[in-house]
């Protein structure tokens, strides 16, 4: 669906990606009362990069927990919550952090239903921060959402903008299954229209045609659907570009990806994670099953370069993709 | 479902039949394993009865339990239906999970059993969050994790008692240190002189209580269960056993000797139980050898329903991933509806 479709005969209103997160989990807590949200400093403090913000004062301590620095732990009592009838929110501060919880991630709840033969439910979000530009070096700033992506029995959404934002939160919270929100932290202060509808979500395995073109398909994700849309108007008039924003990364929307590249012959993937084995090899791959015949070039792929995200700004600038690298990768293929 | 306690004489007869159950429940499946119908691996409760029967008699039948690796007396004692529990062993559709969990993951969330689990300290978090969806949520429930002397040296087993103790949550963590963690003793696993020393660390009551006996290991738990309900948060408790198996069925168990074996078996649960009963006047010997008879019947049924029991279809691997589907799933379960999986 194109995202102006989708707004159409909404009322909205501009906010934040941050200001729209919060609005969806305060929509969630408020709609329902087991709805937990846990981790490190959600609570009184409103969460290190302050999306939780006064959510611990609106809704006290029982639905809003500030936890032990204690991934393992954590992520663990979530999944054993959400298989006796809460639905936990849990947040990740940094996505690094999840290889200190990834035991449960991947052997407990991405395993438990297929394992127990679909006998337990286990309605639980992961919220994680991604991405670098913040100078937070390698430790705070990786992109990992890849991994959750590849893992069978997990799905992962990564919003690029801010109606997305509040849409997938609300989806992966009313969602059965494990849900991994990735937020591009360089992306809260992006502002957007956003419906107020207190039941809108963006469904998961939906993608959203950010801008129509007909001479080359940018398939961005997070930061990269902004700065995509940037390099887009720039070269209006000499290239007519059509960004999707993928939003779903697990389950993928092939459909609208591949629809896209039919009609314009000519794609580039831009994703801020590392480029090998990933994300762009995966959209790329889906592309050419479905499309290859309508192919006028070869698929590129904007990421980054197979580095970790270094400290000092010369260094991360080199490394972090950028609109600069989407409009390089076009003018490459048109 | 756990409907037992051990506060009349019928209950001490049904904890006693339980703990029979258990042991010849793991005998058939040792040998059917041994036989190679029981495919991956199987690891055997027998001598650690009187833990687990002991445990889920002093825990309500709503109460939830997580289980470990070695998690088929934890079901039985649970109330898990034995006829299930071995088709699912033999992999077959009609187990606790349609034959794909297996030994190692039979679980039955609506008994209150989260699971067996593959992973050694993997529980104890699970049960965390049980408890806090039951004080969450102001249930009259309480959750039990059984450890593993091995799983207590785990990080996320610190992180899943500080966090239940901090929060006060109505949750039980009880060690089976059964003196191996796979082949290493315990003694070269921790530094501690006995394991519910740990306790202190969380400001929790710690005990260390015979796991031959039923009476101690049901009167700690009663103990812990109180206190939780109560809300004053969980307690540890460790309880001294052996395992007359080896780690899993095939181990050489170089690592220890007859005699040892031997003197464990002296004190044998059972054993020991059976004759408080018969002191008691509350079973005779002809009685014990009835029930026992009994007990083997039922496992002969619950192998014959084994038995009987279809296998899954090869269909049936797409299922349960999500609570919905996922084209990307759906296009090879498609694939295989048509042709079998041929063009997978």
Redesign the interface.
Known sequence: MTAQAELDGQETETMTVREAIRQGLREELERDE?V?IMGEDVGAFGGVLEVTGNLYEEFGE?QV?D??I?E???????????????R?VAELMFSDFMGVSM??IM??MAK??????????MPVTIRATEGGGMGAASQHSGTVHTWISHF??L?AVAPGTAAAAKGLTKAAIR???PVFVFENKMIYEQKGEVPTDEDYITPI?EASVEREGEDVTVVATQRLVGESLTVADGLSGDVSVEVIDAQSL???D?ETIVESLRKTGRMVVADESPVSYGTHAEIIARAQEEAFFSLDAPIQRVGTPDTHMPFSTPLEQEVLPDGEGVQNAIEKIV | MTDYTLETEDDRLEALRRMLTIREFDTKAGHYFADGEIPGFVHLYIGEEAVGVGTCAALDPDDYIASTHRGHGHCIAKGLDPDLMMAELFGKADGYCNGKGGSMHIADIDSGMLGANGIVGAGPPLATGAALSISHQDRDQVALAFLGDGATAQGQVHEAINQASTWDLPAIFLIENNQYGEATPVEKQHNVDQLSDTAQAYDIPGVTVDGMDITAVYEAVQEGRKRAANGDGPTLIEAETYRYHGHYEGDEQNYRTDEELQQWKDRDAIDAFKARLIDRDELSEAEFEEMQAEVEETIADAIEFAHDAELPHPQEAYDDMFSDTVPEIEKFANRARTDGGDSR
Do not use: C, I, W
């Not at chain 1, 732990?73 to 809460?86: E, I, L, P, S």
């Open positions: 087991d937990l029982e927990r936890t032990p204690a393992a732990g954590y992520v663990g009592a979530a999944v054993g919550a959400a298989a006796t009838g809460t936990p035991e449960q052997n407990q438990m239903r297929y394992m127990f033969g679909g006998k337990t439910e069978p029995g799905k969602s059965d299954d395995g697990y389950p993928l092939t």
